[in-house]
């Protein structure tokens, strides 16, 4: 899928996709819950940059938890970015959070920030340079030691266990109140649009990106999410 059908796709999903996905809150509840410890050490008046942002959930929940923090979001899908817009607005901190439409290579160059989180969001690059290049544009905009947190589905296609785990997985789909019709394009577009890998390859491509060695710290089903550091750039 390429970035104009990636941006329709979501764009025609933007004025209910909290709402369609709400059964499956838990997932996404667990992931912020364990992303605010990821970064609680970070500076009271740390700066955020969230690439992928989609509505705003996760900025939400930091910008409730971290009430100095400042937010820097970055999404491509127009429809999404105006309601990742009006969640701030409503939730009180829009003098907080600068939502920019596009991807992150438009966005403007700046201060680097003290954390990065991206969540679903490389597993659509199926092309592993492109999706490498993706890590390096967030660690070069990131301080030495600056923190990441990103999550996408991972697992061993090929291993015998694989057919068990996303049967059970499209089952928990259904539980979202999908179509029948919309649980098969989403099993679909796995094996078309995503790019599943074993999560130590998608730990090896992180890494080889300018990060320390990521850490696993949440799996639910399919879904993985890793935090790592920015390593410091080498001297010359």
Sequence with gaps: MNRTQLESTFDRQAGTYDQQWAKLAPFRDGIHLLMASVFT?????????????????????LAERFTEWSFVAVEPSPGMAEVARA????????????????YLESLPAGEPFDCAAS????????????????????????????????????????????????EVWLRTMAG???????????????????????????????????FDAPVQ?????????????????PST
Excluded: N
Aim: glycine letters at 10%; proline letters at 4%; charged letters at 20%.
């Design 87 to 102: 969640r701030a607005a409503q939730h009180g901190f829009s003098d907080r959070c600068t939502v920019h439409t596009g």
């Design 176 to 210: 979202a109140d999908l179509s029948p019709d919309r649980v098969q394009q989403m099993r679909e577009a796995y094996d078309r649009d995503v790019a599943i890998l074993p999560g130590r390859r998608v730990e090896a491509l992180i890494a080889s990106a300018g």
């Design 41 to 61: 050490r970070l500076p009271q008046d740390a700066r955020m940059l969230c690439v992928g942002a989609g509505t705003g959930a996760e900025i939400q929940f």
């Design 217 to 233: 710290f949440y799996q639910a089903g399919l879904m993985h999410a890793w935090y790592c550091r920015a390593a410091p750039a």
């Design 119 to 166: 969540l679903l969001v490389s597993q659509f690059l199926l092309d592993p340079h492109e999706r490498g290049a993706f890590f390096r544009e967030i660690a070069s905009r990131l301080k030495a030691g600056g923190v990441l947190v990103t999550s996408d589905l991972a697992s061993d296609t090929g291993a015998p266990h694989y057919a068990g785990l996303l």
